[in-house]
């Protein structure tokens, strides 16, 4: 009977190390499972709700500023799930900068430059090329707006009485080509131009071409390149005639063909890609070093 | 002698399914919590969110700006009541659109932050209306919602796409 007993607490024996074998295997597994991340993507699937719980976030007002248009777009489906990985590293500021040619430009030789343009000269702010400070330049301006249009509640000929910059180039008519007249619009040229040397005298003012357009936008017949030659041919005599020089861009920017290379052009046609800058930029330094 | 043993291996088989026990739950829960914290923290930036859904919906020519530019872009706005922003916009100038989003640093702030934000996106709709025509319906419903302490806004050619993707994040 002794021996029995024995048996039996030998038998408890090999049950307790066998359970506290499998306790420390579990244990083993669990950590292991923590720290190959397995139990980081549970807590991935729930994002929403955890940021939500963390940032305590409430939407508090959701209010429509701006009238609706009547025009709506379809929307394809997202299928794609949320993912933390390699999201920024395909589109960033960087990206689309690294990827233009190797024009080569001196930030200093501009340094006390003033720009002036429309929306295509936006593109020299809002690509980093320049601050806001340099670049009076605003969407839809034209040689006639120009002249009293704001920005921060300040004319461009403010700006350049108060700036005295070294430079000023202008380019500014691609918005006026299909309603405006190419003729009316080099006659504004001249009133800005002679403003600007009113504003600030010691300045060199250089009147740069409007761009070309691609094939496609002059298909469309709002702004073709009849338009643009005609147009920059009227301020290349505008800029002998009162004394300034003249930087055909236009040249730089076109193809073989003769229409705005696609190297350069947005796929509006019209506006500049940012590799279009840097070659502009380029082409301003070496023209006017000589 | 041998109900004493028993008793030993009881309470050390007791000992040690608590602290089975313990060791699969507590510190679960403690690290579900950290890494919870951790996450949101380092997945939901304004920089990794406004990227998210420019991937989703891209804009031509986009790049992307942050605290340091609101200045230049948003009249009005306090800059110091700004904890994080990053916003895209078309660099180009050829087209309205724009993914922003803002981290305030108070809820308070994020109320008074998306009163610039709708003056900017007054402004853009005033700018773009008789210069783009056909790209207005990116406005359709446009406006300044406010979430908490962020703020955020999406002038894109699908809309409800970006917004479902940004509310990945931001509720």
């Given at each position: ?47 929403g709700q955890e940021t939500q719980m963390t940032a305590e976030l409430t939407t508090t007002a959701i209010t ?227 | ?39 949101v923290?380092?997945?939901a ?58 981290e305030f640093?108070a809820e308070a702030d994020a109320e008074?932050?998306a ?30 919602v406010v979430s908490g302490k962020y703020v955020y ?14 509310q990945?994040y931001i509720p």
């Amino acid at each position: 009977m002794a021996r029995k007993k024995h048996d039996g607490i030998g038998i408890a024996i090999v049950v307790l190390n066998v359970l506290i074998v499998g306790v420390i295997i579990t244990l083993c597994v669990l950590i292991y499972l923590y720290m190959s991340g397995k139990l980081e993507q549970t807590n991935v699937a729930n994002l929403g709700q955890e940021t939500q719980m963390t940032a305590e976030l409430t939407t508090t007002a959701i209010t429509t500023l701006v009238p609706e248009t009547t025009t709506t777009t379809a929307a394809p489906e997202t299928t794609a799930d949320f993912e933390i990985t390699d999201e920024t590293e395909e589109t960033t500021a960087d990206d689309t900068i690294v990827a233009t040619e190797a024009d080569i430009y001196d930030e200093e030789f501009f340094a006390n430059d003033l720009f002036i343009g429309d929306s295509i000269a936006t593109g020299l702010f809002n690509y980093g090329y320049f601050s806001a400070e340099q670049v009076f330049a605003k969407v839809g301006l034209n040689p006639e707006s120009a002249l009293t249009d704001t920005i921060d509640n300040e004319t461009v000929i403010a700006k350049a009485e108060r700036l005295k910059p070294k430079r000023i180039y202008i380019m500014l008519g691609s918005n006026g080509l299909a309603y405006m007249g190419n003729t009316y619009m080099s006659q504004q040229m001249k009133v800005l131009v002679e403003e600007l040397q009113k504003a600030s005298p010691d300045s060199y003012i250089y009147m740069l071409s409007i761009p070309p357009v691609t094939k496609e936008h002059d298909s469309q017949g709002q702004e073709t390149m009849v338009m643009v030659n005609g147009y920059n041919k009227l301020l290349k005599d505008l800029a002998d005639e009162i004394g300034v020089v003249y930087l055909d861009l236009c040249s730089e920017l076109q193809d073989s063909t003769g229409y705005f290379s696609d190297k350069y052009a947005e796929a509006d046609g019209m506006h500049f890609l940012g590799t279009a800058y840097k070659k502009m930029l380029s082409f301003i330094e070496k023209t006017i070093q000589g | 002698m041998i109900k004493m043993k028993k008793r030993i291996l009881a309470a050390i088989l007791a000992a040690a399914c608590m602290s089975a026990s313990a060791c699969s739950n507590e510190p679960a829960q403690t690290t579900t919590a950290a890494s919870t914290a951790e996450d949101v923290q380092t997945a939901a930036s304004v920089s990794e969110i406004t990227a998210e859904v420019l991937k989703e919906v891209p804009i031509n020519s986009a790049v992307e700006k942050t605290k340091d530019d609101i200045q230049d872009y948003f009249t009005g706005m306090d800059v110091d009541k700004i904890t994080d922003a990053s916003f895209y916009l078309c660099a180009s100038g050829a087209y309205p659109d724009e993914i922003g989003v803002f981290e305030f640093a108070a809820e308070a702030d994020a109320e008074s932050g998306a009163d610039a934000v709708s003056k900017h996106i007054e402004r853009q709709y005033d700018t773009f209306s008789s210069y783009t025509p056909d790209e207005m319906y990116k406005f359709d419903g446009v406006s300044a919602v406010v979430s908490g302490k962020y703020v955020y806004y999406l002038i894109t050619s699908d809309n409800e796409k970006a917004r479902e993707v940004i509310q990945k994040y931001i509720p």
